[in-house]
Structure formats: C-alpha cells, structure tokens
C-alpha cells in the first residue's frame, strides 16, 4: 500500500553511527536561546533561567505502537514527536527541545533513516524544538524510537494532575475515537491488500480519521488560549489512552470522582458514520480509542462562561465527591460506572 | 551459568502498565531539591536555578548491547545507569536525575523487572539521583532500556570536546582494557556453558575484568579532584567506545591532532595477563576495547606539575597542530597512525 518505491538503498554500516548522526542532524537548526550546546558531545547543555523544567519521554516500538506497513516514516517521525509535545503541552508548558535515540535493523537502508527524520524535522520546524542529542544504535529487530521533550514554564502556570476539586468543570479539547477509527481504517485495507495487492482504496469517507492517525497535531495553542481567557486549569492531563483512562489519573490523583455525560462527548461525523459502518459503539471508541492527543483538563465551575461556546472546548461533566466514583450518564439518563479501559501496552504482547 | 533460580513468576500483562509503573517507583525516593515533581503526571518538572541543565541520553538493547546469559538484570540496570552517568561527568557537570524508559517482551515476569529496578535504584541511591519519569511499554522481542540523564553545572566549570589546545597534556582516568577482556571472559565460559552445563568456571584470576563488565562505576569522583587540583580541562569526552575513538572525536572537533605514547597507557596486570592468555595485542584492547567509563580530558601544559603522581590520572601524551594527525609512538619509538576504530553499534547487526 504505502511502500518505498526509492530503489537506492545506501547501507547504514557503510556509513558507521557518527557519520549517520551528522548526516541526520545536519538539516537541523537551533533556535531557542536556551539552547546552548545541542548535539555532539557528551551530553546537550541548556541555560538556566527563572522558568522551570519540564521533562517527558517516550518509547515507539515497531510491531507494538506502529505498523510501518501504513504507517509512512515521515509520519512516523512526526507523530513520535507530537506524541512527546502534547505531555509538554499537558504541563501547560512551552516545549523547546527533544532528544531522538533510534534503534534500526539493518533492513532499514539510509533512505529510511533520512525519510524518518524529515519527519522529526518537520515536526520541529512547525513546533519551534530543537533537536539537542540522542543515541543511533541498531536493534536485532524492527525499528524503536526513544523521545524525551524538555520544556519551561512558570512556576505558577504549571499544571498537575492532582488539583482537580469537586465542582469543577471537565473539559476537552477538539473531537474523540477519531485516530483509533483511522486505525481500522487501515488495518482494514492492510488485509484487503493482502487478498488483492492491485485494489485501488477509496478512502475518501475517512480523510479525517486517517489523518488523525497518522498525522496527530498536539494542542500547543490551549496554553495561549487558555491565557487569553484568563482561565487557569485545576488539573490536567493529555488524552493518549482515551477518556476513560486519562480521567482515572485525574481523579486517582486528585482524590475526587466525576460525572461526564455521554450527550456532550464531541464527535466528528466521520466517527459516527464509521462507527456505524465497523458497527462500533461510538461513546465506547470515544471513551477508550486513545490516540487523540487532545487534552482534557478542569476548571473552577466560575469559569463556565468563559469557557461555554469556544469552538476549541466541549465541558463533558464535573468533578465530585471521591465516594461517588468515576461514572458515565447516558443518552437515557442511566449512571455507568466508567473502567479505565485505556489501550495497555503491556497485554498487547 | 547466572539464571534466574526464581520460581515465582507474576505477569506484566496481569499488573498493566499503571499497576508495573507504580510498583517498581514506589522504592524510589527523590532527594534533589530541584527535582519539583518526579513519577506520576505528564512530565517532571524540574526547579530553575542558576546553573545550566546538561542532558544525555543512551539506548541499550539486549542482544547488541548486552546478553542477559551472563550478564545479571540487577547488573544491567545498574551499568544502564552509569553509562548515562558518565557522559553528564564528563560535562564536569553533576548528574542529578534521570529518566528511564523500558520495553520488554512477555518472556520476563515481574521479578525480572524488580531485578532490574533494584539496580537503577542501588545506582541512584550510590550516585544520589532522582529517578523522575519514563515510559513502560511491552517489545515484541527481548529488554531494551532507554535511559535520560539530566545534570547541572555552572556555566563557567562546563567542558566541552573542541577546547583542545597544541601543546595541551592528554590525561585519562583509571586503567583500560579491563571490561573488553571481562566480556571474552564472559563469553568464553558462555560457550563452555553450552557444551557442559555442569562445569564450574573458576574466575578468580579475571575478578577485575568482570567487575569492570558487569559493574562499571561513573567517574563522579573527577570533577571534585579536578577542583582540588585547581585545573579545569580545555576538553573532555568519556571513554565508551576506547581512547582511539574518542581521540578522534576530541581532535576533530577541536580541530587539532595528538601524540599519544604506548608505554603510557595504564593497564591492570588482569588486562596484561588476559591479553597473553586470549593472545590478543594489549594496546589495541586499551585504544579500542571500550566499555571502559573512564574519562579523558586535556588540561594546559602548565598543569602538569598538579596532574603527574596522582594516582588516578595519567597523562598519556599531548595535543599537536591537526596536520599532523593522531600518532601512537609505539614503545620501539615507532609512529602509527591512530585509527577510530572504536566499536560501531551499526555494524553489528
């Protein structure tokens, strides 16, 4: 489906690790102040300032997290670092650098590589991080890719995921279910490709979904908009896992429960209709999909005319009592308890 | 030869990733100041100071990187730790906190993930750092541990690869060669193993070998000596792939070549002895065995009279002009050319 169809293929052990760092890094540029000294020494240095730093990481392994057999490599690498900014952005921190370390089977000839980093490179050009290290080995299988986001912030703005209280609003950012749907999408015409690898995909139904899978954009813009609406979050968390998952943390943490309502989860119609067609529960896909890098956060109930209307934000429920637990109110008014049914890396194996 | 002898066995997949994460941080306790928030949200979050923050990070996958046939988990998460360790020290900086994320199939139970733990955590406490995040995730094949590793250093006291100077000493720390031979050593009594499991290996001539292997340690130490002695470096580079490789690095970067004197270089008498035994050339397993975690720098010549009979420096030649290239004066006073032929990860698969 979406395969390589560059015929050269320079070896990576041709090229031996450093020459492959400066090769990789060499389009990079650096653009923070803060920034010092990024790769090609021991470690990267960044200057101090009154600001705090913010520090996230995370693992992308071949077979577990991706499918590079729909999964183009400059998407890859796009996504890989979206995923890192948004737990930056759930900080309600700015981001500014990431460390890439990558593994690579010899499969994978330098061309690969370079596709993989325009990616990253892409995603830090139109998200202003410098790439400062990492570390380029190969694996005995697959490709892995190891991120780390370094972000700053004011102390007063930071926010965690214990803050939030009882009555507080539970809000959202953007639309649900739609990557993990993207995701089906293309399972689907993986197999399909199987039977018959001349069948031409229409997949003109699922533009949004596929894009939502393969080309995530984190929420930087929610710190500046929640700044303009001079309101700031209780607690708050990104939505990796689903709701259900992300909302456990929340509450876990912040020692309270919560009552989301199924009416007010925002959907977009290419959900509704794929999940019609793959004969899904929408709220289900919504609640659990993961993927969405969109972020959920809660808000004094004061700041409810503030946030009512914004086009950004859907106030899905409020916070309550501990004792009351996690539950889900329905269409027809009937109180489910939700379960943290989030996407668990460790029972995919 | 070193198996685990455990017969409780607790599955990951039964723990879920929330339920592994909590169970293997909740021995960690932080004791940085600056360490704000650890485990538990987005990101960490890290304390502003005056000083500059120094960040490295190293990929170890099992298979290329280790063999857990012989090398014990408790080991390896320790020397996983030293090896980020070693490259903040060599910023003359001090490391403070890292990150640590871990990908493992479903052939390791909970009590292999403890093992491992328990030696981040005996590193951590012996090197006083905060284990502040990282990710948990399953692999479809065997352990790879992704490690970040966060310091501090005042701007003025940093050290960097391209401050060489002709005329400049070259100094290393401690001896080389050792953990090269510990793993042949290793390797060797892999292979009898197989063929008679019942043998007993009797090590007790290669003791400092294996330790070297199995148990590097960091050299903290230097940056406190270096501030006794009153000499602060023109450059620095830790030894991990051997002294050739990193050489060369200094050099290039710095943009000057290097004289380096074969009688020189201090070798335990384990490394002397093994070398005859495994007839290997000991200079070649000092310049490129790697693993080593010593540390070299170059100070000025007038720093001489500070840096000769100490105990745990050596200085092993000086800088020259770069066109005259990395010579080894052999010890029939014969000039070589020096070669990076330090250990590619890229070529190993």
């Known amino acids: 489906m979406l395969e390589d169809k560059n015929p050269q293929r320079t070896s990576l052990a041709e090229l031996g690790e450093f020459g492959l760092i400066n090769h990789i890094t060499k389009y990079f540029s650096i653009?923070?102040?803060?920034?010092?000294?990024?790769?090609?020494?021991?470690?990267?240095?960044?200057?101090a300032s009154t600001k705090q730093t913010v520090i996230s990481t995370d693992l992308l392994i071949e077979g577990v997290h991706f499918d590079l057999s729909y999964m183009p490599l400059k998407h890859l690498g796009y996504k890989a670092v979206m995923v890192n900014l948004s737990d930056i952005y759930a900080m309600n921190a700015t981001a500014e650098q990431i460390t890439v370390s990558l593994a690579v089977s010899n499969r994978f000839p330098l061309e690969a590589i370079e596709e993989l980093y325009a990616g990253i490179q892409l995603a830090c050009e139109t998200y202003h991080i410098d790439l400062i290290g990492g570390d380029t080995t190969s694996s005995t299988k697959g490709m892995l890719l190891?991120?780390?986001?370094?972000?700053?912030?004011?102390?007063?703005?930071?926010?965690?995921?214990?803050?939030?209280?009882?009555?507080?609003?539970?809000?959202?950012t953007g639309d649900f279910g739609a990557a993990y749907l993207g995701l089906q999408v293309l399972e689907r015409e993986k197999q399909v490709f199987?039977?018959?690898?001349?069948?031409?995909?229409?997949?003109?139904?699922?533009?949004y979904l596929i894009e939502r899978q393969l080309k995530p954009e984190a929420r930087k813009d929610i710190a500046d908009l929640l700044k303009e609406l001079d309101v700031k979050p209780t607690s708050m968390i990104d939505v990796s896992d689903g709701i259900s998952s992300e909302l456990f943390h929340i509450c876990t943490q912040s020692k309270v429960g919560c009552k989301i309502y199924e009416d007010k989860l925002p959907l977009d119609p290419q959900v509704i209709n794929a999940c019609e067609e793959f004969e899904?529960?929408?709220?289900?896909?919504?609640?659990?999909?993961?993927?969405?890098?969109?972020?959920?956060?809660?808000?004094?109930?004061?700041?409810?005319d503030k946030i009512k209307g914004n086009p950004n934000l859907s106030i899905i429920g409020h916070i309550t009592e501990q004792n009351q637990g996690l539950q889900l109110i329905t269409r027809g008014g009937q109180e489910i308890e939700l379960r943290a049914q989030g996407w668990n890396a460790l029972k995919e194996s």
């Open 280 to 304: 899904l529960d929408s709220t289900t896909i919504a609640l659990s999909g993961g993927e969405d890098y969109e972020l959920l956060f809660t808000v004094p109930i004061d700041a409810y």
């Open 194 to 207: 199987k039977v018959n690898p001349q069948n031409q995909p229409d997949l003109e139904n699922y533009t």
């Open 146 to 172: 190891s991120i780390t986001a370094i972000g700053k912030a004011n102390k007063e703005d930071l926010v965690f995921r214990d803050g939030a209280k009882p009555t507080d609003l539970i809000v959202v």
């Open 31 to 47: 653009s923070h102040k803060s920034t010092l000294k990024g790769v090609g020494d021991d470690a990267a240095v960044l200057d």
